[in-house]
């Protein structure tokens, strides 16, 4: 993994997953990921919002 690409850190410190990374991981874990590629977990409004 690599830093700026796959991931990056919050405010918090906590290791946030890109949107690459899940893409490069091929399939959704259903953790309602910030930056889900499937849209996992949000609601109609928020999933055709563009980030």
């Known amino acids: 993994m690599k830093e700026g690409e ?7 410190g906590l290791m946030v997953f ?9 399939h959704c874990c259903k953790n309602k990921c910030k930056h889900c590629p499937w849209n996992f977990g949000k609601n ?3 999933k055709y919002k563009k980030a």
């Open 6 to 12: 796959d991931f990056y850190f919050n405010e918090e």
């Open 18 to 26: 890109t949107k690459a990374y899940h893409l490069k991981r091929g």
């Open 44 to 46: 109609r409004e928020q």
